[in-house]
Protein backbone atom coordinates (compact mmCIF):
# COMPACT_ATOMS: atom_id res chain seq x y z
CA UNK A 1 0.00 0.00 0.00
CA UNK A 2 1.26 3.50 -0.79
CA UNK A 3 0.22 6.90 0.73
CA UNK A 4 0.38 10.26 -0.22
CA UNK A 5 -0.39 14.15 0.43
CA UNK A 6 -3.22 14.98 -1.51
CA UNK A 7 -3.22 18.33 -3.23
CA UNK A 8 -5.41 21.22 -2.52
CA UNK A 9 -7.19 20.96 -5.69
CA UNK A 10 -7.91 17.46 -4.61
CA UNK A 11 -8.78 18.13 -1.29
CA UNK A 12 -11.43 20.80 -2.26
CA UNK A 13 -13.01 18.45 -5.42
CA UNK A 14 -13.98 15.98 -2.46
CA UNK A 15 -15.42 18.40 -0.15
CA UNK A 16 -17.55 20.05 -3.09
CA UNK A 17 -18.51 16.12 -3.37
CA UNK A 18 -18.73 14.83 -0.06
CA UNK A 19 -22.49 15.34 2.04
CA UNK A 20 -21.28 13.41 5.09
CA UNK A 21 -18.39 14.71 7.51
CA UNK A 22 -17.55 14.52 11.53
CA UNK A 23 -17.18 17.40 13.25
CA UNK A 24 -14.98 17.77 16.40
CA UNK A 25 -14.84 20.40 18.47
CA UNK A 26 -13.46 21.11 22.08
CA UNK A 27 -14.90 22.35 25.50
CA UNK A 28 -12.34 22.31 28.55
CA UNK A 29 -9.91 20.23 26.89
CA UNK A 30 -12.76 17.24 26.24
CA UNK A 31 -13.22 16.42 22.44
CA UNK A 32 -16.55 16.09 21.25
CA UNK A 33 -17.46 14.39 17.43
CA UNK A 34 -20.34 14.56 15.90
CA UNK A 35 -21.61 13.30 12.29
CA UNK A 36 -22.88 16.73 10.33
CA UNK A 37 -24.46 16.92 6.57
CA UNK A 38 -22.70 19.99 4.93
CA UNK A 39 -22.11 22.18 1.83
CA UNK A 40 -18.92 23.54 0.90
CA UNK A 41 -18.59 26.88 -1.09
CA UNK A 42 -16.32 29.80 -1.08
CA UNK A 43 -13.65 28.58 1.28
CA UNK A 44 -16.58 27.67 3.94
CA UNK A 45 -17.97 24.64 5.03
CA UNK A 46 -21.86 26.02 5.49
CA UNK A 47 -24.46 23.33 7.91
CA UNK A 48 -28.17 23.45 9.75
CA UNK A 49 -28.37 22.74 13.52
CA UNK A 50 -30.41 21.94 15.85
CA UNK A 51 -29.26 24.54 19.56
CA UNK A 52 -27.34 21.66 21.69
CA UNK A 53 -23.82 20.56 22.49
CA UNK A 54 -22.19 20.98 19.34
CA UNK A 55 -23.51 24.43 19.27
CA UNK A 56 -23.06 25.75 22.90
CA UNK A 57 -19.45 24.21 22.55
CA UNK A 58 -18.58 25.63 19.55
CA UNK A 59 -19.07 29.29 20.54
CA UNK A 60 -17.45 28.60 23.66
CA UNK A 61 -14.57 27.44 21.50
CA UNK A 62 -15.20 28.21 17.68
CA UNK A 63 -11.67 26.34 16.78
CA UNK A 64 -13.20 22.84 15.26
CA UNK A 65 -12.49 20.89 12.23
CA UNK A 66 -14.14 18.63 10.02
CA UNK A 67 -13.06 15.38 8.95
CA UNK A 68 -14.39 13.56 5.52
CA UNK A 69 -13.44 10.29 4.03
CA UNK A 70 -14.02 8.09 1.07
CA UNK A 71 -13.14 4.77 2.11
CA UNK A 72 -13.22 2.41 -1.00
CA UNK A 73 -11.40 -0.55 0.66
CA UNK A 74 -8.81 -1.48 3.16
CA UNK A 75 -6.43 -0.51 0.09
CA UNK A 76 -7.96 2.40 -1.13
CA UNK A 77 -9.48 5.14 0.61
CA UNK A 78 -9.01 9.02 0.70
CA UNK A 79 -9.33 11.63 3.98
CA UNK A 80 -9.39 15.17 4.33
CA UNK A 81 -9.70 17.32 7.51
CA UNK A 82 -10.38 20.86 7.36
CA UNK A 83 -9.35 23.14 10.41
CA UNK A 84 -11.37 26.42 10.55
CA UNK A 85 -13.46 28.86 12.62
CA UNK A 86 -17.02 28.27 13.35
CA UNK A 87 -19.42 31.15 12.99
CA UNK A 88 -23.18 31.40 13.42
CA UNK A 89 -25.12 32.55 10.68
CA UNK A 90 -27.68 35.23 12.94
CA UNK A 91 -30.90 35.58 11.62
CA UNK A 92 -30.62 39.20 12.90
CA UNK A 93 -27.35 40.50 13.46
CA UNK A 94 -26.70 42.64 16.66
CA UNK A 95 -25.29 45.90 15.31
CA UNK A 96 -22.21 47.15 16.12
CA UNK A 97 -22.54 51.09 16.39
CA UNK A 98 -18.79 51.73 16.00
CA UNK A 99 -18.59 49.63 12.93
CA UNK A 100 -18.59 51.03 9.34
CA UNK A 101 -21.85 52.27 8.23
CA UNK A 102 -22.89 48.60 5.67
CA UNK A 103 -26.07 47.26 6.54
CA UNK A 104 -25.54 44.00 8.73
CA UNK A 105 -28.70 42.73 7.83
CA UNK A 106 -28.14 42.70 4.58
CA UNK A 107 -25.07 40.82 4.79
CA UNK A 108 -26.54 38.29 7.39
CA UNK A 109 -29.03 37.55 4.97
CA UNK A 110 -27.00 37.28 1.90
CA UNK A 111 -24.43 34.80 4.08
CA UNK A 112 -27.90 32.66 5.03
CA UNK A 113 -28.80 32.48 1.55
CA UNK A 114 -26.29 31.46 -0.20
CA UNK A 115 -25.88 28.42 2.50
CA UNK A 116 -28.93 27.79 1.66
CA UNK A 117 -28.07 27.66 -2.06
CA UNK A 118 -25.79 25.11 -1.28
CA UNK A 119 -27.30 22.67 1.15
CA UNK A 120 -30.55 22.32 -1.13
CA UNK A 121 -29.05 20.98 -3.93
CA UNK A 122 -29.06 17.71 -1.50
CA UNK A 123 -32.35 16.26 -1.23
CA UNK A 124 -33.72 15.93 2.62
CA UNK A 125 -30.81 18.54 3.71
CA UNK A 126 -32.60 20.16 6.39
CA UNK A 127 -33.42 16.74 7.99
CA UNK A 128 -30.90 16.29 10.55
CA UNK A 129 -31.15 19.54 11.91
CA UNK A 130 -34.18 19.78 12.53
CA UNK A 131 -35.56 16.93 14.14
CA UNK A 132 -35.25 16.21 17.17
CA UNK A 133 -34.27 12.52 19.31
CA UNK A 134 -37.33 10.07 18.77
CA UNK A 135 -37.57 11.96 14.91
CA UNK A 136 -40.07 14.83 15.65
CA UNK A 137 -40.04 18.08 14.40
CA UNK A 138 -38.85 21.57 16.01
CA UNK A 139 -39.78 24.85 15.85
CA UNK A 140 -38.20 26.67 13.32
CA UNK A 141 -36.58 29.28 16.02
CA UNK A 142 -34.73 26.45 17.55
CA UNK A 143 -32.23 25.65 14.88
CA UNK A 144 -29.86 27.79 12.79
CA UNK A 145 -27.36 27.96 9.61
CA UNK A 146 -23.51 28.15 10.84
CA UNK A 147 -20.32 28.16 8.97
CA UNK A 148 -16.69 26.96 9.46
CA UNK A 149 -13.95 29.55 7.78
CA UNK A 150 -11.66 27.15 6.49
CA UNK A 151 -8.10 28.16 7.81
CA UNK A 152 -6.45 24.87 6.43
CA UNK A 153 -7.53 21.93 4.28
CA UNK A 154 -5.30 18.63 4.84
CA UNK A 155 -5.64 15.44 2.50
CA UNK A 156 -4.13 11.56 2.42
CA UNK A 157 -4.95 8.76 0.27
CA UNK A 158 -4.11 5.17 0.14
CA UNK A 159 -3.71 3.19 -2.87
CA UNK A 160 -2.06 0.02 -4.40
Not at 19 to 44: E, K
Not at 89 to 107: E, Y
Not at 120 to 132: C, I, R, T
Amino acid sequence: MNIREMTRQECTAMLKSARLGRLGCVRNSRPYVVPIHFAFGDNFIFSFSLLGKKVEWMRVNPRVCLQVDDVGGVHGWKSVVVDGVFEDLPKAPALNPTAPAIDQQAVSDYEREFAWSLLQKHANWWEPGSFNLGGTPVNADSHLFYQIKIETISGRQAFR
